[in-house]
């Protein structure tokens, strides 16, 4: 194994954070504490999701431009094409740009139903690479889009879904964010095939702590990401210690990181699911280490 040793990592990394909008006062409250907490960390952004079928477009939208508002960080949206005419998005778009915000993850959606297939709305766009080249000619947005080592669920073949990342970036995005994934090789598999399809933008990989192993198995089967034997195992019989399991969780996910660190990665993507605490013990076992706040801000 020549993975270097946490002790031996230099902190060398870029690091970027996603957020859900929260629905009640309870989770704002927690949401408001991760980015506290998270923020010297000087992330690169930080992404607020945006709930299926455009379901949280207003919540979306007001902690984003909170974000841009009341933080130093640069806040980047999730924007959905799914259920909204190609008019409706002209809207949300300015409304982002007026209040500051420069950067979209631009993504096509699912149907709220769970199972469905995605239709385009009759006025809308017809998927993500569509989405991308209306949101580009818009307004000059920082635009990221997703990518799928393991091949998203209803793509044709691992050829379709990679023309179509192709795409995506040629209609105007600047980088990919991953599909969570528990295998370093699964990234580094993808990164070759990405890199051979002529892909040279950045691919950032998407990290997932996984604090309930339950749901990840759940999000894992919907989303195409498989999920080891051994994970199963190492989280067997945690289910009655909380405390246990984030610890295993934190080094999971830190051994996962070291090791695409080793293969040349620095650029990570964390699910945070709004909370601070794993996120920033795995960014602080990679070396990483808060920056006073006239850092974060440059
Ligand atoms: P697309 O890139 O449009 O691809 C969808 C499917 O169509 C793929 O299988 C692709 O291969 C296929 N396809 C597209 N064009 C063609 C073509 N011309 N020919 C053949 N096949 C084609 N969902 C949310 O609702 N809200 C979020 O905030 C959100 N954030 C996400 C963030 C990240 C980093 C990731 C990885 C996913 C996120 N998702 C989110 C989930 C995403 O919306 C779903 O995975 C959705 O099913 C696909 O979105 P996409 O942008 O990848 O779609």
Redesign the pocket.
Known sequence: NEAPWFADLAGDIRVSF?F?PPKTEKMEEQLWSAIGTLTPLAPQFV????????STRER?HNTVARIARETPLAAAA?????AASKDEIAAVADAYWEAGVRHI??????PPQAGER?QPHPQGY??????VQGLAKRHPFEI?????PE??????SAQ??I???K??LDAGATR?????FFEPDCFFRFRDTAAAAGIDAEIIP?IMPVSNFAAVQRMSAM?NTSVPNWMGRLFDGLDDHPAARQLVSATLAAELCRKLYAGGVRDL?F?TLNRAELSYAICHMLGLRPKAQAEVAA
Do not use: M
Request: aromatic share 10%; hydrophobic share 40%.
């Open positions: 996603e859900f992404s607020v999701t945006y709930g299926a079928g455009g979306t999730h924007l959905t094409c799914v993850v631009a993504l096509r959606g699912d995605f017809q998927g993500a690479a569509d989405l990221s889009v997703a990518a799928y091949i998203h669920p209803e793509a044709a379709s879904d023309d179509n990342l795409r995506k990919a964010i991953t599909q969570f998407g989303c993507h699910y």
